[in-house]
C-alpha cells in the first residue's frame, strides 16, 4: 500500500510515495489469532484497514475463503463486510455520539438485512448481555458511558454480523491498565466461544502475549520476524524483535532476581516516503555492516514456525560474524553479486513450508 505524496503547487502532481506497507506476507489461521506489533507508524493500522478494505490496495493480495479481497467490486464486498470486522483503537471518535447505542449496534443488521426489523432490538440486547453490558442501557448515548464500556459497544458492534475474522486495532490502548485486561478477557472469551480468528494488533509484545500464539513483528512498512510464541519471546533472532523484547517486563526473570538488559534503539524511525535502502531497520542496528545496504534480507524460514528478515540472524549474543543468507542470495559477504555463486529460491508463501533453512547446519531441512 502506498499512498500519493502531492505537490503544494496549484496543480498537485504526485511528486513521492509512503510506502506504508510494502510487501507483507501472513496468514492467519481460521479460529486462530496472529498479534501484528511495531512501533508507531510502521504500518499496522493501514494492514488493518486493507483487510478489511477500508483502504484499496495498490498492489498484491489478500485470500480469504478462496477469494481475493484486494480485487473485489464495491458489490462484492458487501457479503466479505459480514465476515470480516474491525474494532476501533479509540473508542471515543470510533462511536457516533448522535446515536444511542441500539440503533450503533443494529445498525449493522439493517444494512445487511439479515434479521427482520422486530427482532433487532432483540439481537442488540442479546449482544449487549455478551459484551458485560445491561441490555436494558440500549436507548443511551456513548457519552453516558465510560471508555471501558464504550470499547464493548464498539465491541458488540463488530460481533453483530457473526464475523469470522475481527481485525482489532489496538482495542485496549486508549484504556486505563486496570480496564485493559477486562477488555482482553472479554475478546479472549469470545474468540474462544465463537470461534472468530483475530488479528490483533499492539504496540509492544507484553499486550499480544497472552492472546495470540502466533507474532509478527512489523519495522517500517515489512515484516522482520514472524512465529510461533515461543520462538518470538524466547527465541527471538532479528535485532528490532530483541529490542522490542527488552523493553517487556518479564516477570519469571524478576523472580530469580534477574533483569533483562535493555536494548536502547538509538535515532528516529526513518520516514516511509524514502526509507533506507537494503534492510530498513540498518540505520538503527548495532549489527549493520556493508552488505545490509546493499541487499535486503529475505524473510528466511529457519524453524517448523519462524521466519526472520535479517542477514545476520542470531539469538542474542549469537549474532554470526558473516552473513547467514550470502550463500542463498549469491552475494559475497559485503553484498556484492558472487559471478560463481547460484541463488536459492527463499520466498515462502504467507504461512509456513514444512522445509526451512537451518542456520545452525547452514542447509535446509525438513519436518
Ligand atoms: N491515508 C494516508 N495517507 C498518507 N499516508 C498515510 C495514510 N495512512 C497512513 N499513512 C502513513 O503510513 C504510515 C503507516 O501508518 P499506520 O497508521 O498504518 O501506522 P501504525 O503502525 O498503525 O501507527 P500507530 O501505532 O501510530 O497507530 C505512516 O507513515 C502514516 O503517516
Ligand atoms: S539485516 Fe543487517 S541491518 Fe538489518 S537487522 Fe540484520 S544486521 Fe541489522
Ligand atoms: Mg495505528
Redesign the pocket.
Known sequence: MY?P?KSSSLIRRTIGW?Q??DGISFQVPEGGSLGLV??????????G?LITRL?DPTGGSMMFDGHDIAKLSPKELKPLRRHVQMIF?DPYTSLNPRHTVGSIVGAPLAVHNVVPRDKILPRVQELLEVVGLNPEHYNRYPNEFSGGQRQRIGIARALTLNPRLLVA??PVSALDVSIQAQVINLLQDLQKEFGIAFLF?A?DLAVVRHFCPEVAV?YL?KIVEIGDRDSIYHHAHHPYTQALLSAVPDVRQAAIGGRRERIRLEGDVP??INPPSGCRFRTRCSYAQEICAKVEPPLLQIAPRHKVACHFAGELGAHPATPVTAGLLAVDDQGSPDPSGTASDVTTGPGYDDHWYDLQTKSTVSA
Open positions: 499512498f505524496v509512503v506504508a506497507v511495531g512501533e508507531s507508524g510502521c504500518g499496522k493500522s493501514t494492514t484497514r483502504y483503537q486495532d489496538e494488533i504496540h512489523m512498512g520516514s516511509p
